[in-house]
């Protein structure tokens, strides 16, 4: 499918107050053909995501690409398809850095991954709470980010499943009255996904069922203190 | 014998014996493997970036624990960060030192954080001669012609 070469179009957003960790991410992210931006910590994270008004003005900030997220109002020049963040960070920590994420209008689609050296059940699970897709224990490995996939193309692949949905239920039904005018975001928050959908099926791992929406529906579970989390991503 | 042959005998031998010893552990394999041609140095240059940060880290340390009322939560800070760079390099001894390092930080232990801090000093400065051996070792088998064995 053409989806796998679009691959290198993915941005990613590593952040990290360590610069050993910083520079091994940014490795292991551009080795599995990932654009990526690091920075040293939330604040600088939320910035770069044009969540925070910048002091003085947007020329602080060069544009990397022309391209703007559709989905934003605000003055972020880059689109980034995925945020990967250490949890302990002085200042903002990486759940702050999470909850901001998740509240904001127009970044909380944006998936986001967290990043301990400590495997702490009830920290994992706040952040997996929080909104958080995957949690990693470090040091994070190559195999660690084969992980990522499905995080970044269930947004990317969302709205082309929407898209031909609705072109074969107008081919079907002769369609009278128009389309639901929702925007593509929303459409995508109604329909929640089911167990075993067709974009599992391209992946080169087998992703097992949601544990992680089971643990959120159940409340805690065994597999809760597992350090890796293998989970469906909820677009909020 | 030739002479890379040789050398790189040596290197694979020397670089075996240092995780057996368990200066070493599988992460530092996982640097290697995302060494390639696009970026052959970047092993050395996280290590050297873990050396830099390290005796930064051990510096302030030191400082720390020679005041009166020593600030716990600070060296806390610190052996978590150094505890993170040497796991993140494979640096298995430092990482275990750390390890111990916390739990004194923990008790507020002042006589257990200075042995801690003493005993990491002597790993990291034990695993920094180990690594700086082993790429020079590598730097003579690429100046004899050869290339760096897979390990």
């Known amino acids: 499918m053409g989806m796998a070469a679009a691959e290198s179009q993915f941005h990613v957003l590593a952040v990290d107050d360590s610069v050993i960790d910083r520079k091994l991410i940014e490795r292991l992210l551009k080795t599995s053909s990932y654009q990526v931006t690091t920075v040293d910590s939330g604040s600088k994270a939320l910035q770069f995501l044009g969540l925070y008004e910048e002091e003085g003005d947007q020329q602080t900030n060069p544009p990397q690409t022309p391209c703007v997220s559709p989905t934003n109002n605000h003055h972020q020049e880059v689109e980034v398809n995925l945020v990967i963040t250490d949890y302990c960070m002085p200042g903002m920590t990486g759940y702050d850095l999470l909850k901001k994420i998740k509240e904001s209008s127009s970044l909380r689609n944006i998936p986001v991954v967290i990043m301990s050296s400590e495997n702490v059940p009830s920290r994992i699970s706040r952040c997996l709470e929080e909104g958080a897709e995957e949690f990693f224990l470090k040091p994070v490995r190559l195999s660690d980010l084969n992980r990522l996939k499905p995080h970044i193309m269930k947004t990317k692949i969302k709205g082309q499943q929407n898209l031909e949905k609705l072109e074969e239920e107008s081919e079907e039904t002769q369609f009278q009255s128009p389309p639901p005018t929702l925007p593509l975001q929303e459409q995508q928050q109604l329909q929640q996904p089911p167990q075993s959908q067709p974009q599992q099926q391209q992946q080169e791992q087998q992703t097992p069922s949601n544990n992680k929406r089971k643990a959120m529906e159940e409340g805690l579970s065994p597999d809760r203190t597992r350090p890796r989390y293998n989970g469906i991503a909820t677009l909020v | ?151």
């Open chain 2, 1 to 151: 014998m030739d002479t890379v042959t040789q050398l790189q005998r040596q290197l694979v031998d020397y670089t075996n014996s240092l995780f057996l010893e368990g200066f070493l552990n599988e992460q530092f394999n996982q640097l290697q493997q995302l060494q390639d041609e696009s970026n052959p140095d970047f092993v050395v240059e996280v290590v050297s970036l873990f050396f830099q940060d390290s005796e930064r880290l051990l510096n302030e340390l030191a400082k720390i624990l020679e005041q009166k009322n020593i600030d716990f939560k600070k060296v806390d800070a610190h052996v978590h960060q150094l505890k993170g760079s040497s796991s993140s390099i494979g640096a298995q001894r430092v990482q275990r030192v750390c390890i111990a390092f916390r739990n004194s930080c923990e008790e507020k232990n002042i006589e257990g954080c200075q042995k801690c801090l003493q005993h990491v000093k002597y790993e990291y400065t034990h695993v920094k001669n180990k690594l700086e051996t082993l790429f020079k070792l590598e730097q003579q088998v690429l100046a004899a012609g050869g290339t760096i064995p897979m390990y």
